[in-house]
C-alpha cells in the first residue's frame, strides 16, 4: 500500500492553543507510520503558519501549563489551488513535500470555525472534520442555538448581547432566573465563562466575556447530569453510547478540563437506561446532521430528571488519548490509531464527493 501523506495542523491564535498541541501530540504518537508520512504545520499566536523541523515539535510536552511550539523558522504560505503542492516554504523558497490529507485539530476561533476550513478548500486537499458552514455555525453557539431551537431540540433559554451597554440585569433574571452562564459565543474549553447569581456578577461575567468576543451569550442555569456523546460520519453518521462529565469543581471549568487532573471525572459508559441513552444518540445524530457536520464531532447534554437539552456542538473535540471523545469510541471497540484512520477516510470521501460538483455550466 502506497503511504498517504498526512498533515496536521495545530496550535493556533487562541486561548485553546496548548490544548490543540496536547491533541497534536497524540495524533502523532498514535499515527501509523506504515501508512503515514507526516508533515507538521504548527499556527502560532500570531496566527503565522510554520513547518516544524521534525516530529519531536514540542517543548514540555507533559506538562499542560508550559507546553509550547519549538522555535522553528521555517515560515511557510499555502497556495490556493495547487492541490496537494499547496504549501510553499518561504525560508527555502521551495513547495514543500506534496499533501495528500490534512488532520487540522486546532480547537477555537481561526481553528475550528471555518476560516482554517476555508483556507483548506481553497488549497484543494481533503481535511478532516466539517466544512466551512459546519465549522462555522458550530462554533457560534447563538447560530447553533437558534438553528436547534428552530428543529425543536430542547436549549436552555438564552439572551444575546453585542455590547455590555445592552445589558439589563433585572430584564435578564427575570427571562432566565439565578444563577445565569454567562459565555464569549465563539470560544470553547470554558474560557470566559462565569456563573453569577447577582448584579455585580453579572456586569463582572459580562465584562470578562467581552474581552474574548463581540457577542456574548447568557443562559440559564441548566441543574442537570453532563453527556457527552461522540458521532462520526458524513451524512451518514454514527453516535456512540454517551458518556459522562461529573466536574468536582462548581462547573466544568479549563482548569477541570485541561490542568487539574482531579478536576473532573469521565464516566464511560454513562450510567443511563437504554432508552434515554438511545434518545442521546439520535439527538446527537440529527444535530450533526442539521448543523452540517462532517468527519466527528462531540454532542455535549444536560440531562435532567425529565428533559434530555443540547448544551453544545464541538466539532473538533479535545483529541488527547484520554480526552471524552476518543474515549467514547474506545468504548465501542474503536482504537485511537484506528479512529485516526477512519477520520481520514472520511475526508477523502467527504473531499471526493465535492470534487465531483460542477465548476462550468
Ligand atoms: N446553561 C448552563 N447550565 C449549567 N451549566 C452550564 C451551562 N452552560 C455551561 N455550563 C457549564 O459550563 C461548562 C462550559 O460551558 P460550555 O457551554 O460547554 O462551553 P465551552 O464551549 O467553553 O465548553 C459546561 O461544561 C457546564 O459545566
Ligand atoms: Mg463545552
Known sequence: MNKLNLCIIFGGKSAEHEVSLQSAYNIVAAADREKYNLTLIAMNKEGKFYLCD?????????????IKIKNTDNEIAFIPGERGNSIY???????????????????????EDGSLQGLLKLIGVPFVGAGVVGSAVGMDKDIMKRLLRDNDIEIADFIIYR??????????????????????????????????????????GLKKAFKFDGKVIVEEFIDGR??????????????????E????????SYEAKYINETGAILKIPAELDNKIADDIKEIAKETYKLLETRGLARIDFFVTKDRVLVNEINTLPGFT??????????????????????????????????????STI
Open 54 to 66: 521534525s516530529l519531536d515539535f514540542l517543548e514540555n510536552s507533559d506538562n499542560p501549563k508550559n
Open 89 to 111: 516554504s518561504l525560508r527555502d523558497n521551495k513547495v514543500v513535500d506534496p499533501i495528500d490529507v490534512i488532520f487540522p485539530i486546532i480547537h477555537g476561533p481561526f481553528g
Open 163 to 204: 455590547d455590555i451597554v445592552e445589558a439589563d440585569y433585572s430584564i435578564a433574571k427575570e427571562k432566565l432566573g439565578i444563577p445565569m452562564f454567562i459565555k464569549p459565543a465563539n470560544l470553547g474549553s470554558s474560557v470566559g465563562i462565569s456563573k453569577v447569581s447577582n448584579k455585580d456578577e453579572f456586569f463582572n
Open 226 to 243: 453532563e453527556i457527552e456523546c461522540a458521532v462520526k460520519g458524513n451524512l451518514k453518521a454514527e453516535a456512540t453510547f454517551p458518556g
Open 245 to 252: 462529565i461529573l466536574p468536582t469543581d462548581d462547573f466544568y
Open 321 to 358: 488519548k484520554i480526552s471524552m471523545y476518543p474515549k467514547l469510541w474506545k468504548n465501542e471497540g474503536v482504537k485511537y490509531p484506528d479512529l485516526i484512520d477512519e477520520l481520514i477516510a472520511l475526508a477523502i470521501e467527504e473531499f471526493k464527493n465535492n470534487d465531483k460538483l460542477l
